[in-house]
T-cell receptor, first 111, second 113 residues
């Protein structure tokens, strides 16, 4: 059974700092690792999908890494901005097509 | 192209009442998912479907039923609502299941009194 854990549960950092969000998973038989953003009262928006054969994926100021052997992924946000404040969730799709989510990290960027 | 649309957006039910939540997608996706989101619990998978006419149980299926009679629609039913089913419900779809990105609706906020 896949279990996905995100640490920390909440994070506050001053604007302009670089930061790292962590995601770990117990079953390494995944297709990929997906990162999402959720604004308050809204649905989830896909940020990055990193394939199981990849080590990294980048989109603008975001960089996701994946280490299947250790069951870990990180989301790196460079030069953080107040608009980055949101909850970030990771999901690990298994080969049975169940897509299991972590509980998310609430990020607050201080102006 | 509306993407994933959930109906209704809000609903209040009394304990024991029944209702159906509708999820519709116009992207011709094969896979559809129902999640519930509770404070501090993240998203938990209720049921999912890998194609028209199919359904499968997720992590927390008890108290819910689903149907996928048409490819574009995935219905979530509560036969006898309980206060423990107060939650925000999200529907998502994907062309190739876990092999491709999920697309989410904006959610249905359900309160059971």
């Amino acid at each position: 059974k896949q279990e996905v854990t995100q640490i920390p549960a909440a994070l506050s950092v001053p604007e302009g700092e670089n930061l790292v969000l962590n995601c770990s998973f117990t079953d390494s038989a995944i297709y990929n690792l997906q990162w999402f953003r959720q604004d308050p009262g809204k649905g989830l928006t896909s940020l990055l999908l990193i394939q199981s054969s990849q080590r990294e994926q980048t989109s603008g100021r975001l960089n996701a890494s994946l280490d299947k052997s250790s069951g870990r992924s990180t989301l790196y946000i460079a030069a953080s901005q107040p608009g980055d404040s949101a909850t970030y969730l990771c999901a690990a799709p298994n080969r049975d097509d169940k897509i299991i989510f972590g509980k998310g990290t609430r990020l607050h960027i201080l102006p | 192209n509306a993407g994933v649309t959930q109906t209704p957006k809000f609903r209040v039910l009394k304990t024991g009442q029944s209702m159906t939540l509708l999820c519709a997608q116009d992207m011709n996706h094969e896979y559809m998912y129902w999640y519930r989101q509770d404070p501090g619990m993240g998203l938990r998978l209720i049921h999912y479907s890998v194609g028209e006419g199919t359904t499968a149980k997720g992590e927390v299926p008890d108290g819910y039923n689903v149907s996928r009679l048409k490819k574009q629609n995935f219905l979530l039913g509560l036969e006898s609502a309980a206060p423990s089913q107060t939650s925000v419900y999200f529907c998502a779809s994907s062309p190739h299941g876990g092999r491709s990105p999920l697309h989410f609706g904006n959610g249905t906020r359900l309160t059971v009194t």
